[in-house]
């Protein structure tokens, strides 16, 4: 899929960067810095959930670097649990964003950006 390792980790890097943004706009929402606004946070959380099935193909063998932490290849089985979590958690925000109200995307943002910190905290450097 990828021509070389600098590719694989570029490609890792920008669907979770993207996923970022999109994710934080929809914290934005959450928190009360900018108004609530359902079809707008509808789009952010679809965004999220599309990248969030992403990076994983970009970890294959023989692209370690970036900030991943060699654990991610030693402790295969636990790495793809982490992602299962998130790609759950994010489907998950989804159908709460889609609910049209601000309570339903906030209890459902806790628990999203706690699967990405779980992952983090053990995969990513810091
Ligand atoms: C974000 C982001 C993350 C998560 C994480 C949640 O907005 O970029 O990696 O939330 O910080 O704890």
């Given amino acids: 899929q990828f021509a070389k390792p600098e590719d694989a980790i570029k490609y890792r890097q920008s669907a979770l960067f993207v996923m970022g943004q999109h994710f934080g706009r929809l914290g934005a929402m959450a928190n009360g810095r900018v108004p609530y ?29 970036g900030k991943a932490k060699p654990e991610v290849w030693k402790e295969a089985a636990k790495f793809k649990e982490h992602q299962d979590k998130v790609i759950a958690e994010t489907g998950k925000l989804v159908t709460a964003a889609k609910a049209g109200n601000i309570d339903a995307l906030k209890a459902q943002f806790g628990p999203t950006g706690a699967s990405c910190k779980a992952c983090h905290d053990s995969f990513r450097n810091q």
């Fill in 37 to 65: 606004d359902a079809a707008a946070a509808a789009a952010n959380a679809e965004v999220v959930a599309d990248m969030a099935k992403l990076p994983w193909a970009g970890f294959g063998a023989g692209t370690e670097g």
